[in-house]
């Protein structure tokens, strides 16, 4: 198969990461509310609806296109905002509403019908026929696939389903349940498909002793230890150091604190069919947003230009400096 050109998804937690993913060179990106309607409902991040009208305007002028995250489970009886968040995202213009939960799905395809809708990587949906039943019910345009799933294998979906695929290309992977993990929930209360956040910053504790040694907890609950000197990672469940079947050290149990980096397998994916390539990272800071989506429009650049552009510099960007390709290269499980 040849390859068409991708579209580059970037991250957008502010109205000025925003711009800077655009001015960078992003094809489309990906934003939220500051409420409960989106997976990244951070303190400190997201868009009032001014700022989300202003952000649409600004990324139209350039060219660029706005994917609203819809992408959270309403509690029962308590639909209300989220029925307001998809109204205001269709008023305000975006190019796409991504929704998770199929009531919302409903909701949108029903009311909004003109309006296009893409498939959250929160909704799980990883086999043909289930991503078929989202396309014929809602008529979605896009599935965002979960992480799980070789290049094979998506190539083998991309020959079956009607619709787009968008696949993550680099930055945070965990358990790779998408949309089902309830580690955080187990330990804090906190659901992360619920309530929006994973390790919330609430419950994160750093102890320092007197040799500099920091110990990371989550609630009540010891994460990680790292000697002085020693990079230390936030505290999320999965990326913790464990005692486990008698073992003297502690070791990374269900994962370890790596980054997805899937440069090496770009011309992969785009061959198998992906329509867009995705960058994780709402919650980072402009100059890593700014570094990583400049990378990878180069990157994108040079294999549709028959290049193999150099790429070795995003490792420093990645979590405690390691990266993985996870699944996609061949499923490898702890």
């Given at each position: 198969m040849s390859m068409i050109q991708p579209e580059l998804v970037c991250p957008a937690g502010t109205p000025a990461s925003l711009r800077t993913a655009v001015d960078a060179g992003a094809d489309a990106v990906y934003c939220g509310f500051q409420n409960a309607t989106?997976?990244?409902?951070?303190?400190?991040?997201?868009?009032?609806?001014?700022?989300?009208?202003?952000?649409?305007?600004?990324?139209?002028?350039?060219?660029?296109?706005?994917?609203?995250?819809?992408?959270?489970?309403?509690?029962?009886?308590?639909?209300?905002?989220?029925?307001?968040?998809?109204?205001?995202?269709?008023?305000?213009g975006v190019d796409a509403l991504i929704v998770a939960d199929i009531g919302v799905a409903e909701y949108a395809s029903h009311n909004h019908p003109d309006q296009r809708l893409h498939l959250s990587v929160q909704a799980g949906a990883s086999s043909a026929e289930a991503i078929q039943y989202y396309c014929?019910?809602?008529?979605?345009?896009?599935?965002?696939?979960?992480?799980?799933?070789?290049?094979?294998?998506?190539?083998?979906?991309?020959?079956?389903?009607?619709?787009?695929?968008?696949?993550?290309?680099?930055?945070n992977i965990g358990m790779m349940a998408e949309g089902r993990c309830s580690l955080t929930?187990?330990?804090?209360?906190?659901?992360?498909?619920?309530?929006?956040?994973?390790?919330?910053?609430?419950?994160?504790?750093?102890?320092?002793?007197?040799?500099?040694?920091?110990?990371?907890?989550?609630?009540?609950?010891?994460?990680?230890?790292?000697?002085?000197?020693?990079?230390?990672?936030?505290?999320?469940?999965?990326?913790?150091?464990?005692?486990?079947?008698?073992?003297?050290?502690?070791?990374?149990?269900?994962?370890?604190?790596?980054?997805?980096?899937?440069?090496?397998?770009?011309?992969?994916?785009?061959?198998?069919?992906?329509?867009?390539?995705?960058?994780?990272?709402?919650?980072r800071s402009r100059a890593y947003v700014r570094a990583v989506v400049s990378a990878f429009r180069k990157a994108v650049d040079g294999y549709m230009a028959g290049e193999n552009p150099e790429l070795s510099g995003l490792l420093a960007l990645t979590e405690g400096h390691r990266e993985t390709s996870g699944a996609f290269g061949g499923k490898r499980w702890r």
């Amino acid at each position: 198969m040849s390859m068409i050109q991708p579209e580059l998804v970037c991250p957008a937690g502010t109205p000025a990461s925003l711009r800077t993913a655009v001015d960078a060179g992003a094809d489309a990106v990906y934003c939220g509310f500051q409420n409960a309607t989106n997976a990244r409902n951070f303190s400190g991040l997201n868009f009032t609806t001014t700022e989300m009208r202003g952000g649409v305007d600004y990324a139209h002028d350039k060219g660029a296109k706005v994917l609203l995250a819809i992408n959270t489970f309403p509690p029962g009886g308590k639909t209300d905002l989220w029925k307001i968040a998809v109204d205001d995202g269709v008023r305000f213009g975006v190019d796409a509403l991504i929704v998770a939960d199929i009531g919302v799905a409903e909701y949108a395809s029903h009311n909004h019908p003109d309006q296009r809708l893409h498939l959250s990587v929160q909704a799980g949906a990883s086999s043909a026929e289930a991503i078929q039943y989202y396309c014929d019910s809602f008529n979605i345009k896009r599935v965002v696939l979960p992480r799980i799933l070789t290049v094979k294998e998506i190539k083998a979906i991309h020959d079956e389903i009607p619709c787009e695929i968008e696949a993550f290309i680099f930055g945070n992977i965990g358990m790779m349940a998408e949309g089902r993990c309830s580690l955080t929930n187990y330990i804090t209360g906190v659901s992360t498909n619920m309530d929006d956040i994973c390790s919330p910053a609430s419950h994160v504790k750093y102890e320092e002793d007197k040799a500099r040694n920091l110990t990371t907890k989550l609630g009540d609950f010891t994460v990680d230890c790292f000697n002085c000197g020693e990079n230390a990672g936030y505290p999320t469940v999965c990326k913790g150091r464990y005692l486990v079947d008698h073992r003297e050290e502690p070791y990374y149990a269900f994962e370890e604190p790596v980054s997805l980096n899937l440069t090496s397998l770009l011309p992969d994916l785009m061959q198998a069919g992906v329509t867009a390539l995705k960058i994780e990272g709402r919650q980072r800071s402009r100059a890593y947003v700014r570094a990583v989506v400049s990378a990878f429009r180069k990157a994108v650049d040079g294999y549709m230009a028959g290049e193999n552009p150099e790429l070795s510099g995003l490792l420093a960007l990645t979590e405690g400096h390691r990266e993985t390709s996870g699944a996609f290269g061949g499923k490898r499980w702890r």
